[in-house]
């Protein structure tokens, strides 16, 4: 059975229908919520592997089906579905990582007394994901994606009795909001510059030839292509939901959420949609290559935000002492990687690299919501411990994921994937700036990795939850398995040897290169893995930690720089005391503004009418004017509490109103004479 | 001229509402709600079945019902509908009854606060729906009564002031847009729209005006202007508005941002628009910067209200500024900006309806939570609604979302409409915007996050109630219709689409 574009609304509407009919059941149901949502999960999942298979079998085809939303004047409002093999891969992972989650939530929220609710917002996620994911037009994708961020936040602040919960959520939005306001004026001005948001449309759509040679043509002032800042504006959307830097921060206080949240959306698909942008409109973000005087190209600038940020976040990551802060932002870092892998041109290595993080992701944050259940809301590394007798299946298949995150290998998929993107960034002609950056990122991620696993599962138990854990049922670890096959099997979809995924996504055949080519590379990145894991181990594993309270040896060694990690660099604090206070100021001007400036003159005008309406206190009143008075007389006995002292303000106002009148009729008696 | 007055009937059921409470002084209380409610949920079935009617492939004047009145001066009774038109009359026939319903929920002496209510409502249907300038400044200038008493009876310990404040400032900028008309009838003859617009489209209206000479033409467009910006209220002229909207009880409220702040949006379409084009277009510059500032500078300082209703009153102004930049923008529009004008136009009106419905959905929840905190309705009185109220936080949240313009729902397309036209027209203006799209988002959500979120406490802590059946009433098809329309605009879009291109066309171009 294969899927067409015509019916790829189904794949979201699913989702959808469940979460309202979990909007619909009272607050405390529980069965009815969760079973439409695994329903319509498993039917989504097996319609997004028809449209797998139907895309695969073109893949240089692609399919849409596009259709008026309204029209204001003449101008109509189109949108429409895209089937192509990226939406096809992507819908696969993000329908196969979300029913794996579903299942995993049933147990890890059983004892909530919302999980209704919870299973309602992560419908609702999943169907604006997979409706961002099929859209055929930046405007509907733009709908979607903002409706991702609802679902994030409400599912950030799913525990909103918890300020910090209430809080991170609220940062999640604005910050995000920040870039997404970016790409909604790079919306704008694509839809302004060629009349239509459309991708593809017979050749009429922005991603074709007609529209990509205009916006590429079209010089500003600077001597920068129309495409360069349009591709730059809709890369600080993409900036904002994949928390690259410098607007990375809400990410890793977004792991106040549930676990199964954290990793669904925060880690393996909603963070990635800012790298889907990228590789949606590459198309666009490349069409200034040929241009050799513009003062930058776009990808360079996604390249150099994507390099900073994945070895910002590795840095990060190595003095947290929160499981999920190591992870979030570990996160932040991997998807500085596949910034980076578009920035270099090979999007298609980026979405390799989404591909197999998505699952050994989900795989470590779902690990660690094992974890974090099993010790009873335990997450800090240092109270933890000596896990890996007591949760086998948690340990092997997080040690998985671990390896597959720092690419032992051969066997881990994310050996494939990273290998792919070093590989693209060693041959990037502009600079050498983001393969260093990523083969530093290369022996951080291994030694803080290294150090997280140690921490948590060898040594002695440091806290008495961690004494008692034990493994859950099989609701959790069975996803955790299915998750660890692909965190190791996924990789061999793309070698170099058999590029088979690279070339089913570029819908281009990609040419297998031998050994020879790539094994320098290989070697070289092994060595520095394991370089990494070596450091880890020396500073964590050969005397493990015996006491919670015990110094880092790191903060131990160099205190100021692991304080400084910590600290994540100060760069709260900064934005608080740059843009918080400017805007904070700003309020306050305006208000100032409105209160004694427009407010002062409109009180002047308002004085000068009351001293106007006394002078005419004298004058004689009409008939309308006295049946007016006679009715607000009525009123005013009816209202005591209103003194007498107020009603001079009626009759003035009356008086006004009689003069006005008055007035009228003059004007109209002499313009009708004239 | 139809054999049944139906535009009369549209404007005067609530007006003959109002003279049937009057005339019984000894109504219960229970007679009062259905006598009132009737005959404002008159508006709605009226305008339902004008909708049926409704052709929405022409953009001229439908029912039109047009007698003479006074006949020395030209002046003819003048009622009829566009699409415009068609759409604030629905809107006060959905707001205007929910309204009712708040006020009258709340109150001692209903009979009176329903009879000023019911001749309120039908002065603002008269606005939207008089042609010639005398009627429509009749009802544009009666409305204050009944507002005045609403506000100033009924309303809060402040009210007083502001009631006045409110009135005196409206009055004076109605007192420039009779002088105008009394002008521009000194040079035509007539006051009615429909021929004004007639003879500006022939270039007479402009030739007459000049013979008074001198900077006269522009004064009398100042004058209309500000008569026009007061109501709306446009950035400065809006002193007014943050005490009245805190000051007035909520059902007041309700109506005057969800009805009476359409209706200086109504008059600059009506009014400025097809009458002074040249005068909008040699101003929209300066007009333009003005609306931008109302929107920057509201959304600005409603970040630093702690009064929600004060941050709803400045939220208000930052929507309604939204409608005249987009206004503003196309008015100054040059040759081969034309594609962008309709979609600004289009934007503008749906920006009015939607924010009518958002505005009033939100006014009415800081009302719920006003009557639940004994008049406590500052920012940090309350804490954990959510938990306590979940019904109340799920509509307020979908009503709060609208407001901030989150796509699926109707606050989003008359935002995107207007951006859409005014990043055409003023990329720069546009690029503005975004702080208050920012700041919007930043204050909606602090609220939220204080009033809502949390653990129980101030108010809160103690007992409190979710919503009831009449609040609930009120609140579900506010809510029902902003999910609606954010995925259907057609059905508002629909209703203008042909008067926005013939108001596109009808633009001089430079």
Redesign the interface.
Known sequence: MTLTATHLWLIPALPLAAAAIGAAMP?RAKAVPIGAALVAMTLSWLLSCAALVGALTDPSGRSVANFD???????VIRLGWLLDPLTAFMGTLVCTVSLLVFIFSTAYLRDDPRIGRFFCFLSLFVSAMLGLLVANSL?LL???W??VG?SSYLLI?FW??K?AA??A??KA??TT??GD?GL??GL??L??AT?TSLFYDGGAGVLESPALGLLGSTLLPGGWAASTAIGLLLFCGAAGKSGQFPLHIWLPDAMEGPTPVSALIHAATMVAAGVFLMARVFPLMAADQGLASVPMHALTGVAVIGAVTALLGAFLAVAQTDIKRVLAYSTVSQLGYMMLAVGVGSWVAAIFHLITHAFFKALLFLGAGSVIHATHHEQDLRRLGGLAGRMRITFVTFAIGSGALVGLPLVFSGFWSKEAILHAAEVWPVSHLPFVAGMTGVALTAFYMTRLVIEVFFGQARSESAAEAHEGPGSMTVPLALLAVGAIGLGWLGTPLWPWLQSRLSGTAVPAHGLGESLPLMVISTTIVLLGMGAGWWCYGRTPRKDARAIDPLARRWPAVYGALAARLGLDELYAATVGRL??A??????F??RW???G???A??RT??AAGEINQGMDEDGLNAG?DHG?EH?RS??RR?SRA?TG??QG?LR??AM?LA??AL??????V? | MNAVPWLSLVVFLPWLGALLLWLWPKAPSGAVWTLSLAFSGSTLILGALALSCFDPSQSGYQFVERVPWIR???IDYHLGLDGMSLLLVLLTGIVAPLALIASLRRVA?TR?LALLFLLLQGCALGVFLALDFFPW?IFW?LS??PA??LI??WGGPGA?RAA??F???T??G??GL??AF??I??AT?TMNFVDLARLRAEGELTLRLAEYGGTVPTLIFLGVLAGLAVKAPL??????M?PTYAEAPTGVTMFLTGVMSKMGVYGFFRILWPLFPGDLRDHSGPLLLLAMGGA???A??A??QTDLKRMLAYSSLNHVSYCLVALFAAAGAVRGQI?????A???AL?QAFNHGLSASALFFCVGVLEARGGGARGLNDFG?V??AA?LLSLLCGVAL?SSLG???LNG??GE??V??GL??LS?WA??AG?IA???T??FL??F??RV????RSGVTAGAFADLDAGERAVLVPLVVLMVLLGV???LI??LI?PL??HW?ASLPLS
Request: aromatic share 16%; proline share 5%.
């Open positions: 607050r939303w309204f029209s204001a004047g003449t101008a405007l733009f709908i979607c903002e409706l609802l602040g909103y009795e300020p209430a809080a959520a609220k939005f604005i909001r920040v306001l909604l004026i704008l001005w839809y302004h009349g805007l904070t700003s309020a306050g001007l305006a208000c503004l409105d400036v427009w407010g003159l409109m009180g005008a308002g009418a009351e007016f607000s009123l009816g209202a209103y107020q303000d009626v106002y006004a109103v006005g007035v009228v004007l109209l008696i002499w313009g009708g004239r | 020395t001066l030209g002496r009176m400044f200038e204050l009564v005045f008493f100033k009876v007083g006045y404040t009135v005196v400032i009055l004076a109605s007192a009779l002088l009394a002008a009838h000194g003859g950035f400065p002229f809006h002193a007014w943050p920057i500078l509201g600005l300082a970040l630093r594609a962008a004008v309709e979609p136009l289009a934007g749906v954990g959510r938990v979940p979302f989150l796509p699926g989003f397309v995107f409409l951006f859409r990043f055409a990329p546009a690029v975004t799209l920012l700041a988002a930043l959500l602090t939220w996050q809502f979120h949390g653990s259907v605009p057609g879009t629909g689409n926005v291109t596109a």
